[in-house]
């Protein structure tokens, strides 16, 4: 055998094991990614340090184990472009280059995203991907990305506008050799939830962003878990199996802690509400972006963003999100069927004070007596019921499984 056979050869199965390995773009998140991501607590202080001790975090403290495999760079890690408008990272915080830490990072079985936004500029003003979505595609693919948080700042406020700038970064992915994931960052307000499978994406944001707090009492229009809630209920329809409704980072775990989350009243949550916040992203099957530091979790917060048994609603293969069923001014109840021919029924208390909530499920449309499994309290509390009546803490989400 010649050398020449001998690399040709090779160049084909190379190029065979790339096309091997694309996943239909629709295919690329059979459940909802889960993991961390940096912008509520860090905002632009992010290195290779704090990635790399993050991802040791979560290996250490079971989050990786318990599904949470992203680590998602937000905004302010670029460093513009070198003389061959290659993009490059802030050798500053990134000194060994992305694609070490993505080794790291894949070493640890986690996977890496990264951020670019749909013009010229980021929201921030770093650079962005308008005009470079092929070269900056390969870029990513070069470095090992997994997943990328396509933003909209600075672009047309039109959505046919937006639809072809998802799209053409969509292809450009999906020509770029690896499979990256695209999450659609247009905050809902061109409706993506509508187009985010057509032109390609697997996550449509749903809202402004997220706050750490309940609600926007102050007017500023900041975004808080319930007014979230309220805004992507009506939206479930759309969701399926690898359309996931992007519900924004989780806040649990914050406590009011100065950063990007702070701001527009964002003055921190009860332990009550940050388990609303996590009963809820997980009935909707948002994805899961815990943003809180890692590597100093009280064992409360611990408590609600590692609950294995509201994880599994929100990674449910069936794929089916939840319905709203009621909403009143003091409650609303939500109902979701699973996998396994049971059905997750969460309850949320709207109003300032504790109340007695009952769910009669034959309302709800689950006709049957069922075993209930109280998923915060993780035990059986009652066999061949018709209902549950029980005590509701101001804002707190309980939620139940029925067998
Ligand atoms: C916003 C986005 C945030 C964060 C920020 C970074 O548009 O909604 O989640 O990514 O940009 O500048």
Redesign the pocket.
């Known amino acids: 055998m010649n050398k020449s056979f001998i690399l040709s050869a090779a160049l084909f199965a190379s190029s065979l094991s790339v096309s091997a390995q694309s996943t239909p773009r629709n295919q690329l998140t059979p459940t909802p990614p889960m993991g961390w991501?940096t912008?509520?607590l860090f905002?632009g202080d992010i290195s290779d340090k704090l990635i790399r001790e993050t991802a040791d975090a979560m290996v250490e403290g079971g989050y990786v184990d318990a599904g949470y495999k992203y680590i998602f760079i937000?905004?302010?890690w670029q460093g513009g472009r070198d003389v061959h408008n290659n993009m490059i990272p802030d050798p500053k915080k990134f000194p060994n280059g992305i694609k070490a830490l993505a080794d790291y990072v894949h070493s640890k079985g986690m996977k890496l995203g990264i951020?670019s936004?749909a013009a010229q500029l980021?929201?921030?003003g770093?650079t962005a991907s308008l005009g470079f979505e092929e070269q900056d595609a390969r870029t990513f693919a070069s470095w090992g990305i997994d997943y990328l948080?396509y933003?909209?700042?600075n672009a047309p406020i039109d959505s046919a506008t937006a639809r072809q700038r998802y799209r053409t970064m969509a292809d450009a992915l999906s020509k770029s050799g690896r499979d990256i994931a695209l999450g659609i960052?247009e905050?809902g307000q061109r409706q993506c939830e509508e187009w985010c499978e057509e032109v390609g994406g697997q996550l449509w944001?749903t809202t402004?962003?997220?706050r750490d707090m309940w609600k926007d009492v102050t007017n500023e229009g900041g975004m808080g878990i319930l007014d979230i809630v309220n805004i992507t209920s009506p939206l479930s329809s759309y969701a399926r199996k690898g359309q996931w409704p992007d519900m924004?980072?989780l806040v649990v775990g914050l406590h009011g802690v100065s950063g990007?989350s702070s701001a527009l009243g964002g003055k921190g949550c009860t332990q009550a509400e940050y388990q609303t916040q996590m009963s809820l992203w997980c009935m909707f099957s948002s994805p899961l972006a815990m943003t809180n530091d890692m590597r100093k979790v009280s064992e409360e917060d611990r408590r609600i963003l590692l609950n294995r048994e509201v994880i599994a609603i929100n990674q449910d293969p069936l794929g089916k999100v939840a319905e709203r069923k009621v909403n009143t001014d003091t409650h609303q109840i939500f109902v979701r069927p699973l996998a396994d021919g049971s059905y997750a029924v969460a309850l949320l208390n709207v109003s300032d004070a504790p109340l007695t909530l009952t769910a009669d499920f034959a309302k709800l449309g689950l006709s049957g007596k069922y075993t209930v499994r109280d998923l915060w309290q993780h035990r059986d509390i009652a066999k061949n019921a018709k209902n549950w009546k029980g005590k509701v803490q101001a804002h707190e989400t309980k939620v139940f499984r029925l067998k």
């Open positions: 991501m912008w509520n905002q937000d905004d302010q951020y936004d980021t929201c921030g770093w948080k933003d909209y700042c960052c905050w944001r402004y962003d997220v924004d980072m990007p």
